[in-house]
């Protein structure tokens, strides 16, 4: 698999998942499918890289950039740059899988330092060519494409230190070019934790997390990541801004909050500074619940968030066919367990589960589980313990595996989120998936992950076999029609994927003219050419 398209687009460490038994009966049932099926390579992109387009710099452009950052650290191969040329957006994922990258950088650069940094945007600046920052690759909003070619700018060889912890303000100061797990067992050697765990976790960067405002699966306890910044360094065309670590100030707007969520289109993050946490392991208290109706299990959460207690870590409902699905796939149906909740009118295709965890002191995680457990049961719960919790926990990371199997035998499969007010949540939910379930032969889970005292996200992902030979065409017309259903019906464009040039065109309408032109000047005076990422947020107007 080495140096073909597939290496690029298969997620996480490459290795080749296998669908378990129970996602091919639910494929089988669903979609028709025959053993025949299941032996299909659909657009399997094995095909070694090969780009039609030749970096188009000039050589004398190329020499000043291997005199900044030296010549191993500036790559024009074909694999580098089709490598950094995507994300994994479902339609970046199909372009790949047909070899087909239109406009890749010109050249990949991987710089040492905040000086080498400056130099390379103030001659990209000078020349006006487009500079696009990345880390992890695992947007999935389209927010790393090269419309422009240039220079993909990334951060993950030589931006991954973290600088020693400091206990009295329970802070750590992290380079964006660091991975989740080296972060994580940097914190918990240490006895913290930062607590910022999204699905990307594995194969993500701190920058990325910032840039794209992303939450982790924990965020009900440990806040977004604009909650767990507390400051952080960037460098722009128009200079360099560094934000203190204050605990909180009134001199003027936040400025670090005009960078998190920026997807690179303001400046390169350079250093970030990060609140952290007691890491209490021992103290996690788990438990988890079986509704009898949707309803019910997302006015119990409600009811749980805005008791006054505090909130839980991991607090996760999934919606009936979810829940279905969960239980097809891990062969619970029918079992004596699954006869028992039926005969207490737990019934099949309307019945929700409900997981939570509680962190931070012992007393505290003993009474707020205690008090959980009052408020489930009243809302007509079954209590089915903690081990359900825990088993999600372990595999929480592993489903985002499944993508490439499923293309594989020609399966669309994508996952959109919002979030909602509690008050349009129900209707909300209702009118996507009526509109995911009007295309044939789909099928739909949902479910809450991210809670908060006024509303909540809705996480929705579907599969419906592709159309062959007319795959993005199709794909492009139903994620439109999804988009304009969550608009429509008051959900936000997007909860913590990031915007990127997949939701831009839906931006004005969101915020308004008044409030995009006051972020476009932003952009105008931190980047006056337009060379930061263009094209992303703002829509391909942004680029000059």
């Not at 589980?369 to 489930?376: E, F, P, R, Y």
Request: include cysteine.
């Amino acid at each position: 698999m080495k140096n073909t398209y597939r290496s690029i687009f298969v997620w996480g460490d490459k290795h080749e998942e296998v669908l378990e038994k129970g996602v091919i009966e639910l494929v089988k049932e669903k979609f028709g499918y025959t053993e025949e099926d299941f032996k299909q390579h659909y657009l399997y992109g094995d095909n070694e890289v090969t780009l039609g387009k030749a970096c188009s710099l000039p050589e004398k452009i190329i020499d000043q950039f291997i005199a900044i950052s030296g010549k191993e650290n500036v790559d024009s191969g074909d694999y580098e740059r089709a490598s950094h040329s995507m994300g994994y957006f479902f339609s970046e994922l199909l372009m790949l899988r047909k070899g087909m990258i239109k406009t890749p950088p010109d050249v990949v650069i991987y710089p040492r330092n905040e000086d080498e940094i400056s130099l390379i945007l103030t001659l990209c600046n000078k020349e006006n060519i487009a500079v696009t920052p990345m880390g992890g690759r695992s947007s999935v909003t389209k927010g790393l494409e090269t419309p422009k070619g240039g220079i993909s700018l990334d951060l993950t060889r030589h931006f991954d230190n973290i600088s020693d912890i400091n206990e009295i303000n329970q802070t750590v100061k992290v380079q964006p070019g660091v991975y989740g797990p080296v972060l994580e067992k940097f914190l918990n050697t240490h006895g913290y934790t930062c607590g910022h765990f999204p699905q990307s976790f594995e194969y993500s960067t701190v920058g990325g997390w910032v840039a794209a405002r992303g939450a982790g699966q924990e965020s009900t306890y440990y806040g977004k990541i604009e909650n767990i910044v507390l400051a952080m360094k960037v460098v722009s065309p128009a200079g360099t801004i560094e934000t203190k670590d204050y605990p909180a100030s009134a001199e003027g707007w936040d400025l670090s909050k005009t960078f998190i969520g920026s997807e690179g289109s303001l400046g390169i993050i350079t250093e970030i500074t990060l609140r952290i946490k007691k890491y209490r392991p021992k103290n996690t208290a788990f438990t988890s619940f079986i509704f009898k109706d949707f309803v019910s299990a997302t006015t119990c959460m409600r009811k749980i968030m805005q008791a006054g207690f505090g909130a839980p870590a991991l607090f996760r409902i999934s919606d009936p066919e979810e829940t279905a699905t969960a239980f097809k796939i891990k062969e619970f149906d029918n079992s004596f367990s699954d006869k028992i909740l039926k005969s207490f009118g737990y019934a099949p295709g309307k019945r929700c589960l409900m997981f939570v965890t509680v962190e931070g002191d012992k007393d505290y995680t003993a009474l707020a589980k205690k008090k959980i457990k009052k408020i489930a049961k009243a809302h007509g719960s079954f209590h089915s313990g903690g081990k359900a919790a825990k088993d999600w926990l372990k595999q929480r990371y592993s489903s985002a595996y499944m993508r490439d199997p499923l293309m594989d035998i020609g399966i669309m499969t994508d996952t959109v989120e919002t979030a909602v007010p509690w008050d349009k949540l129900l209707t909300l939910w209702k009118a996507v998936r009526d509109y995911l379930e009007s295309r044939e032969k789909t099928h739909v889970m949902a479910h809450i992950s991210h809670v908060y005292e006024n509303g909540a996200n809705l996480y929705f992902t579907f599969l419906s076999p592709m159309k062959k030979g007319e795959e993005l065409e199709d794909y492009t017309a139903y994620h439109k029609g999804l988009i304009d259903t969550i608009h429509k019906n008051g959900g936000s464009l997007s909860h913590h994927h990031g915007i990127g040039r997949a939701l831009a065109p839906w931006m004005e309408d969101e915020m308004g003219k008044t409030a995009m032109g006051l972020m476009k000047a932003s952009k105008d005076f931190l980047d006056p050419k337009g060379i930061l990422n263009p094209g992303s947020i703002f829509g391909e107007s942004s680029g000059r």
